[in-house]
């Protein structure tokens, strides 16, 4: 799969956002939050990228994460 956005990650992983939450030992509401904003932080992209390798999260790489939020914060400088 090629992901579009950060949201996209998010719904892709086993148990969708609450078990997103979980592996990233984060409160729900927080990781609610990120999907909203469709960006997970920085801090978070190397667990991000190591707990979807352990569960198969397929195209979950440091760089796709990276050209996602890149390609967000273009996004919302276009809309500006």
Known sequence: ?????HREIIDAWPGGL???AADHDVKYD?????RWRNSIPP????DTVRLAEQHSVRNVTLEVLSS??????????AAA
Do not use: C, H, I, V
């Open 1 to 5: 799969m090629s992901y579009k956005t």
């Open 18 to 20: 609450p078990g997103f």
């Open 30 to 34: 927080t990781a609610k939050g990120w």
């Open 43 to 46: 801090q978070y992209w190397g």
């Open 68 to 77: 996602l939020r890149m390609a967000g914060k273009r996004s919302a400088e």
